[in-house]
């Protein structure tokens, strides 16, 4: 009786336990935004004179307002979207595909080719950032947002196909077979039967390489110099002179750049939590 009292008193401490963990790694991954927003909204003359203050004892947002309509911001937006919804959409279509091949085809070299693309994430990127480089400017795509869609789509392809593969995987390829015993063509069952199961999994693929897209500096770095073909990452760069750091404008800049990746998350929410759980190995 004693032990059932004593392990009955211990489920509240359990449970402001647990909640307290979660809080804590809530504000451990939170508080960098929290920065980010601080350091956006605090006059320039308080940046530094007031240190590590949690709260500024002024609020400006003159830094928006110049990073807005006195900078060259959404043009780097404006680019930084293009290249990361045509580089999301072009490798979950293709992924999609090269996934429902692995998935539900055998066929001579299929192996080899997986093996070819694992291979294909091992080596470094500054160890081909030269040959990219080259290949690129000999097809004359050098300072042009298709340069980056092309590289970028390149590069995530391996990985979002094993990603479609695993929920192709994952839906019984009976479901196909009674579709076509039914009168429908393979594609037909694919379109109304495979595609409608797939969406966890295409939501997940491209909220995974969108981001990845929208935040990659080195390619566009080295692909691009002209600044009207700047990406987001590359063009707060311009913000860094040889002497100083515009550290509100950069901050405000940097919250900005958070608003799309948001949104496409939250548009996206319902069917990336699923697919970060319907790809699971099945017990």
């Not at 211990?10 to 991954?29: D, N, V």
């Not at 350091?39 to 240190?51: K, M, R, V």
């Not at 919804?85 to 080719?113: M, W």
């Not at 770095?221 to 040889?242: E, Q, R, Y």
């Amino acid at each position: 009786m004693s032990s059932v009292v004593r392990s009955n008193s211990r489920h509240p401490a359990l449970a402001f336990g647990k909640y307290a963990a979660i809080a804590f790694y809530l504000c451990f991954a939170l508080f960098p935004l929290y920065w980010l927003m601080k350091i956006a909204i605090t006059p320039d003359a308080l940046i530094f004179s007031e240190g590590t203050r949690m709260l500024p004892s002024a609020v400006t947002f003159e830094n928006f307002a110049t990073v807005l309509f006195e900078t060259e911001f959404l043009a780097y937006f404006r680019n930084s979207l293009t290249v990361s919804l045509g580089t999301a959409f072009f490798t979950t279509l293709i992924a999609a595909g090269a996934g429902y091949a692995f998935s539900r085809f055998v066929f001579a070299g299929k192996r080899i080719i997986i093996a070819v693309m694992l291979v294909t994430q091992m080596f470094p990127l500054l160890m081909i950032i030269a040959p990219i480089y080259k290949i690129v400017a000999d097809l004359g795509l050098l300072n042009s947002l298709t340069s980056l869609i092309v590289v970028y789509t390149a590069f995530n392809i391996p990985f979002a196909t094993f990603l479609m593969q695993s929920f192709f995987d994952g839906i019984p390829k009976d479901l196909e077979e009674a579709a076509m015993m039914d009168g429908c063509s393979r594609f037909q069952a694919l379109r109304t039967v495979v595609f409608p199961l797939t969406l966890p999994g295409l939501g997940a693929t491209l909220g995974f390489v969108f981001t990845a897209a929208w935040s990659e500096l080195l390619f566009a770095l080295m692909l691009i110099s002209k600044n009207d073909a700047m990406t987001f990452p590359v063009g707060l760069l311009t913000f860094v002179s040889k002497f100083s750091v515009d550290w509100g404008q950069m901050m405000a800049a940097g919250v900005l750049a958070l608003v799309p990746s948001c949104l496409f998350f939250i548009f996206i929410q319902r069917y990336l939590v699923q697919g970060l759980t319907s790809g699971a190995v099945k017990g």
